[in-house]
C-alpha cells in the first residue's frame, strides 16, 4: 500500500492494532454516524480550552510507540473523545484512521477555542474555521504498518486467542484428546496425541481432514463458570488455554477380522500434532477450531446509552486485584448494548459507617468515586473482556462501573 501525501503531512488517526493478525486497510476500518457528527460539529468552532488536558502541549511530534490513546489523553481530559480530537483539525483529515511517526501537530489556542493543527499557526491566519488552500506537492511512500495503533499490541493481541466463554453443553460436546503415543500423560510442543469428535451416547462430529474442514485448533481445558456478583447466575464459562494443535489425519472406521472369520469394526482416533503450548496438556482437553483470522478495530469511545455492571473475575485467577493493562471479565456483553471500544469508568464502592458527629451514630454510606477507566475489547452474549486503562487503586471482584462522565 502506498501513501500520496500533500506539501503539509495530514493529521489522521489509527483505528486499528498492529500485527500481521490484526492489520487492516484503513479504508476498511469503522467511523460510526455519531464519531462523524461529533467530529464535523467540533470542527466548525473547535472545543473549549477547558476541556484540554491541563498539560496540553502547544506541539507534539508523534513518535514510534505511540498509540491514539496516548495521544488522545495528551490533548484532551478524556481520552476516548478521540473524535474531537479528529474535529480539531478536521479539514486536513480526509481519512481519520492513520497517524504517522514524524508527524507534528500544532495546538492554537486562540480566542477561547482549542483546534489542533498540522502547521503552526500565525497572526496572518484567520479564524480556526478558515479553509486552507495548498499546491499538493505529491511524494509516494510505502506505509507498510507503520502507522500507530489505538492501544499497544502486545497488550491485547495474546487475550484475542486465549479466553473463550461457551455453554456448558457446547464445551462438553467438543472434540477431546482420548491418548497420547507411549502411554505418555502430559503432552508438550511437537508431540503427537489422538482425538475423537464422537461421544459415548453417538452425538457429536467426527474431526476430519477432508477438503473444507478446519485443520488448526485451540485447546482448552476447565470450564469454569463465571457467576453474577449480585444474582449469582451462571453467565457463561471461561475455558482455560493451553495451546494449539494441528489435525494430521482424521477419524475413521476400519474392518478387523478375527481368527474365527468374524469381522468387527474399530474406531480410529483422529491424529494430531501439538505445535504450541501455554502449558501441558493432557487426555480429556478440549478442541475448538481456530476462528478465522479478522481484523479488528478499537475506537475508545463512551457508549451512546447509560451501561452499568460489574466486574466478574480477574483473568487468570492468579491475584486478587487487577492493575493497570490487566484483563478482567465483566458482567455484561452484547444483549446489553456492550462493543468494541466502549470506554467505561470504574467505581470504588464508597464505605458504609457511622456519622460520629451525630449523637444518634446515623449509618452513612460515602459516595462511590470513579478508580479508573477500561475498555470492552472482546464481547460475548452476557459477558465481556476488557482491559484495565488506567487505575487508582487495584480492581476486585464485585467493583461496578458505568459509562464515563
Do not use: C
Request: charged share 20%; net charge neutral.
Amino acid at each position: 500500500m502506498h501513501i500520496i501525501s500533500g506539501r503539509f503531512s495530514r493529521i489522521s488517526i489509527a483505528l486499528s492494532l498492529l500485527g500481521a493478525t490484526l492489520g487492516a486497510h484503513a479504508q476498511n476500518l469503522p467511523i460510526t454516524a455519531d464519531q462523524k457528527a461529533t467530529a464535523s460539529q467540533v470542527a466548525q468552532a473547535g472545543i473549549p480550552v477547558a476541556d484540554l488536558a491541563p498539560n496540553a502541549p502547544d506541539s507534539y511530534v508523534v513518535k514510534s510507540g505511540d498509540t491514539l490513546w496516548s495521544i488522545s489523553g495528551l490533548f484532551l481530559k478524556s481520552p476516548w473523545r478521540w473524535p474531537e480530537l479528529w474535529g480539531m483539525n478536521l479539514q486536513d483529515i480526509r481519512n481519520p484512521h492513520r497517524i504517522y511517526p514524524g508527524q507534528q501537530l500544532f495546538l492554537d489556542k486562540s480566542n477561547g477555542r482549542a483546534v489542533l493543527r498540522t502547521r503552526q499557526a500565525s497572526a496572518n491566519d484567520g479564524p480556526p474555521t478558515e479553509t486552507i488552500r495548498v499546491s499538493p506537492r505529491t511524494r509516494s511512500q510505502s506505509a507498510g504498518d507503520t502507522s500507530i495503533p489505538t492501544l499497544a499490541s502486545n497488550i491485547i493481541e495474546p487475550f484475542l486467542a486465549e479466553p473463550l466463554i461457551v455453554d456448558a453443553v457446547t464445551f462438553a460436546g467438543a472434540p477431546r484428546i482420548v491418548a497420547a503415543q507411549e502411554g505418555r500423560v502430559l503432552l508438550s510442543r511437537g508431540d503427537r496425541a489422538y482425538a475423537r469428535g464422537v461421544l459415548a451416547d453417538g452425538t457429536g462430529k467426527p474431526l476430519s481432514d477432508a477438503r473444507g474442514e478446519p485443520l488448526d485448533y485451540r485447546v482448552f481445558r476447565n470450564a469454569t463458570p463465571l457467576k453474577d456478583p449480585v444474582s449469582g447466575a451462571i453467565l457463561g464459562y471461561e475455558a482455560q488455554f493451553v495451546g494449539k494443535a494441528e489435525l494430521v489425519r482424521g477419524e475413521s472406521i476400519q474392518q478387523v477380522t478375527a481368527k474365527d472369520g468374524k469381522v468387527t469394526s474399530e474406531i480410529v482416533p483422529a491424529t494430531i500434532d501439538i505445535i504450541a503450548t501455554k502449558e501441558e496438556m493432557r487426555t480429556g482437553d478440549r478442541l475448538v477450531a481456530e476462528p478465522a483470522r479478522s481484523s479488528q478495530s478499537y475506537a475508545p469511545h463512551a457508549p451512546a446509552t447509560p451501561i452499568s455492571g460489574q466486574i466478574v473475575s480477574v483473568y487468570g485467577s492468579a491475584v486478587t486485584y487487577a492493575a493497570e493493562n490487566q484483563v478482567v471479565v465483566v458482567n455484561r456483553g452484547t444483549k446489553d448494548g456492550l462493543e468494541n471500544g466502549h470506554v467505561m469508568a470504574i467505581l470504588k464502592d464508597g464505605q458504609v459507617l457511622q456519622d460520629r458527629t451525630d449523637s444518634s451514630r446515623t449509618r452513612i454510606k460515602l459516595p462511590n468515586e470513579r478508580n479508573g477507566l477500561l475498555m470492552v475489547f472482546r464481547t460475548f452474549d452476557q459477558l465481556s473482556y476488557a482491559l484495565v486503562l488506567q487505575i487508582t487503586d487495584g480492581v476486585k471482584v464485585g467493583d461496578r462501573f458505568t459509562n464515563p462522565n
